[in-house]
Every structure is written in C-alpha cells, then in structure tokens.
C-alpha cells in the first residue's frame, strides 16, 4: 500500500493568513498539492491539519483525503510528520512526505519517484531539482518506528543524516518539487509561473 502523508497544519506566520487555503488558479495550494498526488499509484492521501484545521477541512472534505490531527502542531513541522505516521494503515509499505506549500508540484513526478522507487527497489528516493533536494521523498514504511521514537524537536535532515547510505536522488524536470511558498512575494511570483 502506498500512502502519502501532506503536511498542513503549520499556521503560515509569514503569510498572514493560511496559506493552504491561498488561491492558486481555480483551487486552493493545497487542493494542488492533492491533485498531484490523486495518482493510480497512490493508495491513500492523508492530510495532517492544526492550525484553523476544521476550515481547511471543510474546504477539502470532498477530496476524499483521510484526515489527521497534529494537536501538537505549535512545536514544529516533525511533530506532524509523527503524526502522519502513526496513523498509517498497516499494510503500508512506501511512504511519501509531502508539504502543501509546492502547488506547482507535478503529477508525473510522483508517479515517476514512485515507479522508481519500486522498480530499483530503493529505501529512500529523493528528487533533486538542478542540484538541489526537493520534496516528496520516498521512504519505505520500515523506518517508521525509528522516526516515531525521534525527538519531536529534531526534522527530517536528522534522520538523512542517520541514512545517508540509504538515500538515492533522482533528477527530476519539476521545479515545483523545490520552491516551497512561505510569504506573499513568493507566492505572487509562482502564481505568475503557474498562468
């Protein structure tokens, strides 16, 4: 079973407002960033709300994305990657870490990360983007004990650091699986990109 976790709950402090529920052409980021992964190849979506959780549910609830809530969600973005895994189905075996501010993010790159990602028989698959790491990485479920038992005050560089032997990136023709949105500039500009 393949699962993708999105993170959401964050309170979008530079923003102003939630950003999950800023416009980007006719849907929401977020509604964008499930898009991409509403894939044959995707099993479940599920998505990790705090901040305003009950509007940005509401506002997704005919998704069909399985919800989860981070009451926790004040001390930090790992804190809602702890509780994305511990409600994963137990019949998961591959796991995908998505945020909802990449509402450029393409379809064919989720399913490209993860047909190699079984094909080759990866444990963690990485996309890069001109040299740089991006998002959605993709992990096998084994790790996910080990992720549970971190410090809810580490993130997920920890953990790569830990399995550096373990990672593979693969080059990816998505800028959208790298510029993240954090504040109105960049916002308005990746907007531009999108029209």
């Not at 979008?12 to 499930?34: A, H, N, W, Y």
């Not at 990790?48 to 919800?67: F, N, P, R, S, Y």
């Not at 992990?139 to 593979?168: G, S």
């Amino acid at each position: 079973m393949n699962v993708a976790i999105i993170l959401a709950a964050g309170e979008s402090r530079r923003m102003g407002r939630p950003k999950q529920l800023l416009p980007f052409g006719d849907k929401t980021m977020l509604e964008c960033v499930i898009d991409a992964f509403a894939s044959p190849r995707v099993d479940e979506i599920r998505v990790v709300l705090g901040h305003k959780a009950d509007e940005i549910a509401a506002k997704i609830a005919q998704t069909g994305c399985k919800i989860v809530r981070n009451e926790h969600y004040q001390q930090g973005m790992f804190t809602s990657i702890q509780a994305g895994l511990r409600a994963l189905p137990k019949k998961a075996r591959l796991v995908m870490i998505a945020v909802c501010d990449q509402p450029r993010l393409k379809r064919s790159t989720v399913e490209t990360l993860i047909e190699k990602f079984e094909k080759e028989r990866h444990k963690i698959l990485i996309p890069s983007y001109n040299g740089r790491q991006g998002h959605p990485p993709v992990l096998r479920a084994e790790y996910v004990k080990e992720i549970l038992a971190m410090d809810e005050l580490m993130t997920l560089k920890h953990f790569y650091a830990v399995h550096a032997d373990d990672i593979t990136r693969l080059v990816v023709e998505d800028e959208g699986s790298l510029v993240d949105i954090d504040d109105r500039e960049t916002y308005e500009r990746e907007l531009k990109k999108w029209q």
